[in-house]
């Protein structure tokens, strides 16, 4: 069976724009349907998944994914009529009435973007000629969330926790999975939503919400737990029932109010005092306000989840969903449910609906939706060498030669960076989700705190207080990191923190948060043996087999898919050397090569 997944809501944006069209336009970020992606599972697996905004460079969209589809399609060699369903991670059609009549969206919003006939349009209007319009199935949000982590989890019997800012009207969804089937326990509505109340005190910090909430999550650490405990504690208030209620947002009644969060920020201003304004200096009172935020979240997510893990006896446990992107929260998780076994879909976020909504339709067709624990998500574009070899040609600006082997790539890269420099890297399929996880990277030497000066102040163009995170290879995890022996494949993906040992914070200045936490990466050889090779080689170098390692794009772009993408940011980045498949080039006048 054939599965083509999608995700995302065309014109989502511009429909907004047309209705509520003197907003402030960070607030036209507060709409369904962005992180648009595509993905084809088959019987043998997942075939290939793909964001839109890799292929048309625009971060974080929800255009209907035509390009993303097309790869997936063309990597796994499928035709049209070979699809068996299209599967789409949102079925809004019976809430339409309800939603129109309280004021949710607009007969004709909802009906030129919401509605499962719009989508089918879509399908018309990009593949003529095929019938994939009748063969469009819609998977409630939520449970496109879910599938997309339990059936790739490798685990029979999970208990699964779904959390995002909203799906068609629930904010979070407390799941059970047990062989095929995803059974619902319990909903909290979109009233109650963390990934809402995370996202309005993200534009109250000066950031853009739904994408600067990482920003709020690295602050955090700056703040003192203390001085809003009580304030948030009153924002978000915990049930006798595993649930929470979250009064910030019950103030937003008429529809304006509601897409733009007025009352909300209204409320947070008489509590917490005025806004930052973008681009504003940080003050204490905003890291104690980050600190507190982030400390209400896990506070609520552990309180949902050990409510639910002592009712159903779940051993296993899943994570989806946007706020499963928050890396922080997910450690507290983690370290406070004592679970066996913990899995978070690498796509946490609405691209990886697209994966989901495939997965759950196959599975009702199919004895079993499961396919084992999911290792590397490199499911995107690959290129050959000549490929790379006609993108580095095409830039004059550019010398380079071909390096013999794998051997001598991994040998050159750990040199250049074991002598300062910093260094692009560009190998294999690109990763599906928000993670550079060793195929679109940039890296460099752990030890020295000037490379993250100049990695956040040249290249990434982000704030300084954000930290980077580390690659370290399997064998040597548990040397630098608090991590537990075979607790090693939860960190593949670079969805938790761990501390690092006190012996190594110091000399791991570059990856070492405030709090003496880093977003961990644990490289296996069997997953990604060339990373692997040149984290060791690097080691064999430095005595640390530790890289940093962060996504390869500059800031507001979204990572880089193609190696003409490479070498444009190469070179714009102005980073000292490309290591792009088993070439190695450099800008002309700035290094030897």
């Known amino acids: 069976m054939n599965v083509l997944g999608l995700s995302g809501l065309d014109g989502s944006v511009a429909a907004k724009q047309k209705e509520f069209p003197h907003l402030d336009p960070r607030m036209y970020r507060n709409a369904q349907g962005f992180d648009s992606a595509a993905a084809l599972v088959t019987d043998a697996g997942v075939a290939a998944a793909a964001a839109q905004e890799r292929f048309n460079r625009r971060k974080a969209c929800g255009e209907f994914p035509l390009d993303a589809a097309r790869y997936c399609l063309r990597r796994s060699r499928i035709s049209l009529d070979e699809v068996d369903f299209v599967a789409h991670g949102f079925a809004y059609d019976a809430l339409r009435d309800r939603m129109v009549a309280a004021g949710h969206a607009s007969a004709d919003r909802f009906d030129a973007v919401y509605s499962s006939l719009a989508l089918a349009n879509k399908l018309r209007e990009f593949f003529p000629g095929s019938n994939l319009g009748k063969k469009l199935t819609c998977v409630p949000h939520h449970l496109a969330h879910a599938a997309s982590c339990f059936y790739l989890s490798g685990f029979d019997n999970a208990l699964i926790l779904v959390s995002d800012g909203s799906g068609e009207r629930q904010s979070a969804t407390v799941y059970l999975g047990q062989g095929n089937k995803i059974r619902m326990l319990r909903e909290i509505s979109v009233d109650d939503s963390l990934g809402l109340l995370y996202a309005v005190f993200t534009h109250y910090l000066g950031f853009s919400l739904f994408l600067d909430e990482f920003k709020v999550m690295g602050l955090a650490s700056y703040g003192d737990p203390r001085t809003y405990r009580q304030a948030f504690s009153d924002i978000v208030r915990l049930q006798d029932d595993g649930g929470y209620a979250v009064s910030l947002l019950s103030a937003n009644r008429s529809p304006e109010q509601r897409e733009s969060f007025s009352e909300s920020l209204k409320s947070l201003a008489e509590i917490f005092g005025p806004p930052r304004l973008p681009g504003a200096a940080i003050e204490p009172r905003h890291q104690d306000i ?304």
């Open 290 to 593: 980050a600190r507190g935020l982030q400390d209400s979240l896990e506070r609520a997510l552990i309180h949902i989840l050990s409510h639910y893990k002592k009712e159903t006896g779940a051993e296993n446990l899943c994570l989806s969903g946007g706020v499963a992107l928050n890396c922080r929260a997910n450690a507290a998780i983690k370290q406070a449910l004592h679970v066996s076994g913990m899995f978070i879909q690498p796509a946490a976020g609405d691209d990886g609906t697209a994966l989901g909504a495939a997965l759950y339709a196959r599975a009702q067709h199919m004895p079993s939706g499961h396919f084992g624990r999911m290792s590397m998500p490199y499911w995107g574009p690959s290129f050959r060498a000549e490929r790379i070899a006609r993108a580095l040609r095409q830039h004059g600006g550019l010398r380079f030669r071909r390096l013999r082997s794998g051997e001598a790539v991994a040998t050159e890269a750990a040199r250049r960076i074991a002598g300062g420099q910093i260094v692009a890297w560009f190998q294999g399929g690109m990763e599906f989700g928000p993670r550079a996880l060793g195929h679109r990277s940039i890296l460099g030497d752990p030890r020295d705190a000037r490379v993250r000066d100049r990695l956040n102040a040249a290249v990434k163009g982000r704030d300084s207080f954000l930290p980077f995170a580390p690659a370290v290879i399997s064998e040597k995890a548990s040397t630098y990191f608090h991590v537990a022996p075979g607790d090693e494949h939860e960190y593949a993906h670079m969805l938790l923190v761990a501390r690092v040992r006190a012996e190594w914070t110091g000399r791991l200045a570059a990856v070492t948060h405030v709090d003496d936490s880093a977003r961990v990466q644990i490289v296996s050889r069997a997953a990604n043996p060339r990373f692997w090779n040149v984290i060791r080689r690097f080691g064999s170098i430095s005595g640390v087999p530790i890289l940093l390692n962060t996504s390869l794009n500059l800031s507001g772009e979204p990572i880089v898919c193609t190696p003409e993408d490479a070498v444009s940011t190469f070179l714009r980045g102005r980073l000292d050397a490309l290591v792009i498949g088993n070439f190695l080039a450099v800008a002309r006048g700035r290094g030897e090569i």
